[in-house]
Structures are given as C-alpha cells and as structure tokens.
C-alpha cells in the first residue's frame, strides 16, 4: 500500500504533485472529490505542472498543460483544448483510507 497525503493536505480547487520511484503523479480536489492522474500531457509526454503542485489554470477550473497550453476537465481528464483535444489524461486508480489518499495496488 503506497499512501500519498493525508486528505487534508489537498486544499479544495487546488492540485498537488507526487514522485515516487517509478511515476510522477498528481492530485485534485474539486467539490470535495478527488482525482488523480499521471503527470504527463497526452501531446508530447512531458510533466504537466509549471512550478511545483501547480497543476491548474489561473481560475482553478481546468488542469493545464505548462507546456503548450492544453487544457484538461478535471472531472475526466479530457482534452478541451490545444493540440491533444480529445485526448485525455491516465487516470491512477486510488482509494481513501482512514484519511489517507493510497494508491490502489
């Protein structure tokens, strides 16, 4: 069982990053659900946040690709916009435990 933050440490409309050895993920928290997917654009392969945890557009309404702009439901991880429309993010399936966000083995 990899446990990645407790719930509380993903503020709401807010995303957080996280390494682990082998995948880059991330987190967001959207009327009190959360997803989490592979930190990596569907374009060009490269790691979607622009500064450290910051996966979201400036209204906090779409994850945004740093790179080339693209722009993604949160909900679903489609693309909505840029050159990989249509495309969506990999979702990582996880569960909540006691209060933890763990990944599902």
Known sequence: MTVLCHIDELAEDSSKGFELD????????????????????PHLGVELNWQEDQFLDMDNALIQCATHG???IIEDGECVSGPCQGLCLEAVSFEIIDQQLTLKC
């Open 22 to 41: 082998d995948q880059s993920l991330f987190a967001v928290k959207k009327d009190g659900k959360v997803y989490l997917y592979r930190n990596q654009c």
């Open 70 to 72: 693209a722009l993604f």
